[in-house]
C-alpha cells in the first residue's frame, strides 16, 4: 500500500494528477490524510523547483504577422508569449479559483454592481516602473476604446466607470456580473505601464520574464525579471518559445532534445509518441470544443424538428474516437462541459439514434432537398474528415446531409458567420457566463447560430447577477437545456488540449484554463538536469 | 558600344519594365482573393465594427489604384513601408530574412553545383556503363521524390536514428558561422538531393552532344585519355546550356524553397511571404514578390551574358 502511495505522490509531484485527485485516491487507498500529505511533501520535496537554465517550448500557432500587442492576441503564440511577460489583474488557478496577481483583494456591493480591486504594492514593470491604479485603469481605457481592436472589448464593454484612487481601483458596470473577477482574468487584459496607450506593442509588464528576443514567427526569447513578485514562477533564468508550426518538425525537436515541451501533439501520433524514451504526454480537458453550427433564421434551420434531427444523427463517440484519438469528451449541444464551475452533470447525454433522428426528420417535412455542410480543413483540426463522418451518419438515418469543402482562405470571412450550415470551433471562456454571452445571447456580436430567445436572454442576465451559487447553477440548467434542444449548436466533442514535454521538465500542473499550463508552463516549471 | 555591353544595358532595361508589370499583376492577383487584411487579422473575432475601425486605420478605404501608386512611389524613394498587420518595418524584417534565404541557397549551391557538373562529367565519360546508370538512377530517384518527403526522411535518419543535427534549422544573428552550418544541415542537405538531377543530366546530355563532333575524334587520335578529352575540349563548348540550368537552379534555391522552409522552420523569405499573403498584407507580399522576382530577372540576364561570353560565335557577331 506504501507503494502505491508513494507511487500516487509522484504521480502528483510530476503534474500528473492534481492534487485534488491524489487525495481522494489516496483516500480510496484508505490512508489518513495525515498520512497522505506527508506523502505528498516527501515526493514534492524531491520536486524542489531547481533554479537556472534555459527552457525552450517549440510551439504551433505563431505567425510572423504577430504583435505584442496583448489587444491583439489571438493565436496560441501570442497568447503564450504576452502569459509569460504580462500580469493581469488576476488569473484563474487549475482548480477554477481566482488566483490573485496583481490584484491581491476583491471586494463588490452586493448587487455585484460595483466591484474593488486593491493593487498589491510593489510590483514592478519591466522598465522599473511600480504598478499603479492609474495603470490599471489606463489599461482597462485602451481596451474600451473601438480603435483598439482589443480582443476583451466584449468584457470591458459593460464597466461604465472606472476610477482609480491610493491602490483602490474601483470599477462600476451597466449591471450586476458576479463573474466579473473571472473576466478580469482574460488574456488580452494584461496590465501595461501607463496603459500601452502609447506603444501598446512595447512587452513591457510586470510578468516573471522580460523581453529579449521577438521575432514574430520565428522565435521569442526571455530572461527573469529580477524584482519579480511571486517567487514560485521564473525558475529558469531564460525562456525562450520557437514556432514550429509544422507537426512533424514539432515533434522531431521534441524528442531530439532541441525543445523541452510542446503544444498541439496530433492525435494521430500520441500512441507513437507514448513509446519514445524521456517524452510524456500530458492532457487535461479544456473548455474548447469543435462545433457545427446552424442558422435558426434561415430555412431549411428554421424548423426546430430538422435541427433536433441532425442533432440525433451525428455519432458523438465516433467523433470523439476518430477525429481526437480519444483525446477528448462528447458534447451535449450546449457549449458547456465540466471544466466550467456550476456545470450541471445531470442533463442526460445526447446520443446517436437514427431511428429518432429519423423520425424527426419525417415530422420536419423537408422536400429532400440536399443539406449542406460547409466545411474547410481550418475550421478545426480534423474538420473535414468530422463533417464526412456526420454525413455518412446522418445517411444512415436518411437525412440527405452532403458536405461541402471550402478553402481555409476567406472561410472566416466569406463562410462562418454568413453561410447557414458550416463547421467551427470555440476556445471556450472562463466561466458560463461569458461562454453564453459570447455567442448565444440575443445581441451578441459573434451570436453565429442567430438564435434569439427572449427568456434564454432573461435568465442568463438574471444570472449574472446572482450571488447564490445554488440559485445560479439551476439557472445554467435552464440555460443549458433550452439551448440544447432549441438552439442552433451541433456540439459533437470537447477537446483535450494534447501536449508533451521531456522528463527534464519538473512542476507540471494540468490546467484546463488554456494549453501549456495555461501559458505558464515555462514560467511555472523547472529543469532538473 | 561593345555589343555585348549594349545587350547587357539592353536586358536590364527590359527587366525593370518586367518588374514593374510582376508589381501590378502581384497587387491585382491580391486584391482578387477572396477576404482583405481586415477581415484576415480579425479573423473568427471579426465584428462589423472591428471591421470598419481596422479598414479605415489601415486606408484600405483608398480606392486600389491610388493605393497602388501611393506603394510604388514609396518604393522608388526606397521606403517599402511597414506590415499592416504588425506594423514592424518591411524593410529590415526582410533585410535579415533575405540574408537567411541567401545563406541557405549559397550553402546548397556550392555544394549542388559543383557535385552535379562532376557527377555529370563521370556519367558522360563512362555513357551507358554501371556508373552512368548508378548516377543516373540515384539523382534521378532524389529529384521524383516531393521535397516534404525527403525532408521527412533526412529528419528521421538524422536526428532520430543518428542524431547528428537538429530538426529544427533557424539561424540568429550572433550565431558562429559553423554553428549556422550545423544548423542548416538537414535543409541543406534535401536541397542539394532536389536539384542534383537537373543540373547533373544537362551536364551529361551537353557534354555527349558535343562528343559526336569531329574535333573530339581528333582529340581522341591524338592519344588524349577519355576525361583529358571532355575536360580540355568537350567541357568548355557545353559551358552555355549547363550555365542556363544551373541558374535556373540557383533561382530556385533562392525562390523556390518555401515548403523546405516550413518543414525546418526555417526564418527566410518563404514562410515570411507565405504568413503575409494568408493574411493579405499587401506592403509586405508586393516586398517579397519584387524581390523574388528581381532575383528571377537577374539570374536570368546572368546566364544569358554569360552562354554569350562563353560562345564566341555570339561574342563576335558578324
Partial sequence: ?????????????????????????????????????????????AQEPKKGGLMRAGMQGGESTNTLDPALAASEVPFAVNMIWGEMLVDVSASGEIDYRIAEEISSSPDAMEWKFKIRQGVEFHNGKTVTADDVVATLKRHTDEK????????????TEMSASGDMVTLKLASGNADLPFLMADYHLIIQPGGGVDNPAEGIGAGPYKVVVNEPGVRHGFEKHANYFDSTMGHADQVEILVINDNTARTAALQA????????????IIELLKGAPGITIQHVAGRGHYVFIMHVDKAPFDNNDLRMALKLAINRQEMVDKILGGYGSRGNDFPINSAYPLFDDTIPQREYDAAAAAEFYKKSGHDGSPIELRTAPGAFPGAVEAAQLF???????????TVKLEPDDGYW??????????????????????????????????????????????????ARAELDATKRKAMYTELANILRDTGGLICPMFNDFVEAKRDEVAGWQPDPNGELMNGRALAKCWLNA | MHPVLKLVAQRIALGLLLLLAVSVVIFAGTEALPGDVASAILGQSATPEALANLREKLGLNEPALYRYFSW???????????????????????????????????????????????????????????PDKLISGITLSTISLPEFVAAYFVIYLLTQVIPIFNPVAM???GMGFWEKLHAVALP?????????????????????????????????????????????????????????????????????????????????LGQYLVDHVSKRDLPVVQAVGLIFAAVYIALNILADVISIVANPRLRHPR
Fill in chain 1, 1 to 45: 500500500m506504501t507503494d502505491q502511495l508513494s507511487h500516487l505522490a509522484r504521480m502528483a509531484a510530476n503534474g500528473r494528477m492534481t492534487r485534488r485527485e491524489f487525495n481522494s485516491r489516496a483516500a480510496a487507498l484508505g490512508v489518513t490524510s495525515a498520512l497522505a500529505a506527508s506523502a505528498f511533501a516527501t515526493a514534492a520535496r
Fill in chain 1, 148 to 159: 483598439a481592436q482589443s480582443g476583451a472589448l466584449g468584457i470591458v464593454q459593460g464597466i
Fill in chain 1, 257 to 268: 532534445g532541441q525543445v523541452h515541451m510542446i503544444n498541439r501533439v496530433d492525435p494521430k
Fill in chain 1, 391 to 401: 454525413a455518412a451518419s446522418a445517411q444512415v438515418a436518411g437525412i440527405p446531409l
Fill in chain 1, 413 to 462: 470571412s466569406d463562410v462562418w458567420n454568413v453561410q447557414p450550415f458550416c463547421a467551427s470551433y470555440w476556445g471556450g471562456r472562463p466561466v458560463q457566463d461569458q461562454m453564453y454571452s459570447t455567442a448565444y445571447l440575443s445581441t451578441a456580436d459573434w451570436n453565429d447560430t442567430k438564435f434569439k430567445d427572449a427568456k434564454f436572454d432573461e435568465i442568463l442576465i438574471a
Fill in chain 2, 72 to 130: 510604388l512611389g514609396g518604393v522608388l524613394t526606397g521606403d517599402l513601408g511597414t506590415a499592416l498587420t504588425n506594423g514592424q518595418d518591411i524593410a529590415q524584417a526582410i533585410g535579415q530574412r533575405l540574408g537567411n534565404t541567401i545563406f541557405l541557397a549559397a550553402c546548397a549551391a556550392v555544394i549542388s553545383v559543383p557535385l552535379a557538373i562532376l557527377l555529370g562529367l563521370i556519367a558522360a565519360r563512362y555513357n551507358g556503363k554501371w
Fill in chain 2, 171 to 173: 539561424v540568429f544573428p
Fill in chain 2, 188 to 268: 541543406v542537405i534535401v536541397l542539394v538531393l532536389v536539384v542534383l538531377a537537373h543540373m547533373m543530366r544537362m551536364t551529361r546530355a551537353a557534354i555527349l552532344n558535343v562528343m559526336q563532333s569531329a574535333y573530339i575524334e581528333t582529340a581522341e587520335l591524338k592519344g588524349l585519355s577519355p576525361m583529358q578529352v571532355i575536360w580540355k575540349h568537350a567541357f568548355p563548348n557545353a559551358i552555355a546550356p549547363i550555365v542556363s540550368v544551373v541558374v535556373l537552379n540557383l533561382a530556385y534555391l533562392v525562390v523556390g524553397v518555401v515548403v523546405v522552409e516550413v518543414v525546418f522552420s526555417y526564418n527566410a
